[in-house]
């Protein structure tokens, strides 16, 4: 066999050992045939062939280990994957069992609290007392100038549960008697418990100040910016009736605008003698049981009412219009021959903090026995203005408000009165104020020697 058939075998035993045990050393001695070392020598442009495609294959197998190495680390990233997939899934499962834990642990609490009494740290917790007191000094122009009266109201606050409240509110005054010395008074001012059956219906029964206008029930007490009540407030319409009501407000649209509503029924007005005549009516009166002791309304029906109101937000703050009409009709003799009815328009209207307008319009009739139907009007608009809206840093200026109200009545039997008030507020806090006024006072009956003209009021109230 000649030299170069003998080296292809050669170099063919060579590469084909690489290629199975990647250069381990092979037999070459294996081949049958005899291969004298002398002449099994490589030429070096074969060697260097040799090398080459051994560095080709070594770059192969580095890439090809590269590549498995990639896909071990992306199988290792989907198995942390779907590790965090379950960890989630178990929480969430998780946190579905405690919520149903907690829920039915509320509905059993609920119920224990329903079966159980009130223990007395809940009481002492549910339980707010609110109010105001007043004391005032009166100066009438051909009277002397005396301190007139001290009044303490508190109003007590309890809640029974998440949708049942209790409210009432009490009247205790100390004033001089016309005829000299001083008496006490004590009187209920209003008690009603409330059961809000959702968020736009509140049932309400009890002594519950009537829903005819917004006076009796937003400005009374020390909320009042002046220390009397409108003349038409005082002598036309019930500050409060035994009955029941339906009360609420409903949302329009999504900017601010709602209306807000009150029906209810009531024992209504009665008379003070038992008599149908003009003079006797009594709107304070008829609570459901008779001085003989017998549980009766004092006529045969009681009376129903209501109010709607409208809501009106502006875009700049503190800025928005109330309007709102109310009236009530009933029976108000013994007999009840004859009915009561009144009707109210109310407004209110607020430009930014400092400035407020309103007002309201009453208008009553009845009838009577000896003059027939009595009809009777009066209204009242007052305006204030907080001098803190002024650019001056003063204390006294920006602790200020000015005040004024004009008012009317029209008794319906003869007598006119007009009365025009101007005065001041001044806030030590804003629930602690001094106020000062002067009324000027003109009826068409009006006698200088016995009915004054004029009354300086000065009044120091405490809101709590």
């Known amino acids: ?37 002398q002449q099994a020598t490589v030429s070096a442009a074969d060697f260097q062939k040799l090398q080459d495609a051994v560095a ?18 992306t199988h290792a990233d989907d198995l942390d994957q779907i590790k965090r997939l379950q960890d989630q899934v178990g929480q969430t499962q998780q946190t579905a069992q405690d919520a149903e834990k907690k829920s039915t642990a509320v509905a059993q609490s609920q119920e224990q609290e329903l079966q159980a009494p009130l223990d007395e740290a809940t009481v002492n917790h549910n339980f707010q007392m609110l109010g105001d007191a007043e004391f005032q000094y009166i100066k009438a122009d051909n009277q002397h100038g005396t ?59 009890g002594e519950l100040l009537i829903p005819l206008g917004t006076y009796e029930q937003r400005s009374a007490g020390w909320l009042n910016k002046i220390p009397d009540d409108p003349l038409a407030v005082d002598a036309l319409i019930p500050g409060s009736e035994i009955g029941a009501e339906l009360q609420g407000a409903i949302p329009v649209g999504n900017d601010g605008k709602f209306f807000n509503y009150a029906v209810y029924g009531a024992n209504g007005p009665s008379s003070t003698d038992n008599t149908a005549d003009a003079g006797s009516l009594d709107l304070g009166g008829n609570v459901g049981a008779r001085s003989d002791g017998i549980n009766a309304n004092l006529h045969p029906d009681p ?73 009777q009007d009066g209204w009242w608009v007052q ?23 004009y008012d009317s009545l029209n008794d ?26 002067y009324e000027f006072l003109n009826t068409n009956k009006s006698n200088p020697n016995q009915n004054p003209t004029g009354n300086l009021i000065l009044q120091l109230s405490l809101g709590f």
């Open 1 to 37: 066999m000649n030299t170069s058939i003998r080296r292809e075998k050669a170099l063919g035993m060579v590469v084909a050992c690489f290629m199975a045990s990647q250069l381990v050393p092979c037999a070459i001695a294996q081949s049958t045939e005899p291969v004298p070392v």
């Open 56 to 73: 080709k294959l070594s770059d192969q197998v580095q890439k090809l280990q590269q590549a498995n190495s990639a896909q071990q680390q």
């Open 147 to 205: 301190f007139y009266q001290a009044d303490f109201a508190p109003i007590f606050l309890y809640r029974a549960g998440d949708n049942i409240l209790f409210e009432a509110g009490f009247d205790t005054t100390l004033q001089n008697n016309d005829g000299g010395g001083y008496s006490t008074t004590f009187n209920l001012s209003f008690a009603q418990m409330d059961y809000v059956i959702n968020d736009y219906v509140t049932l309400a029964a």
């Open 303 to 375: 009376s129903g009412g209501g109010r709607l109101g409208f809501f009106v937000p502006f875009a700049k703050p503190h800025t928005d219009l109330e309007v709102g009409i109310s009236g009530q009709t009933g029976e108000w003799d013994n007999s009840g021959n004859y009915n009561w009815s009144a009707g109210v328009f109310d407004a209110a209207l607020h430009l930014g903090p400092n400035f407020e307008l309103k007002g309201e319009y009453i208008k009553t009739s009845y009838g009577t026995d000896n003059m027939g139907e009595i009809r």
């Open 383 to 405: 305006g204030s203005y907080k001098l803190a809206g002024l650019p001056f840093d003063a204390p006294i200026i920006r602790n200020t408000e000015l005040v004024a109200r």
């Open 412 to 437: 319906g039997m003869g007598t006119t009165t007009q009365r025009e008030t101007a005065g001041m507020i001044y806030y030590f806090t804003n629930t602690f104020l001094f106020e000062g006024d």
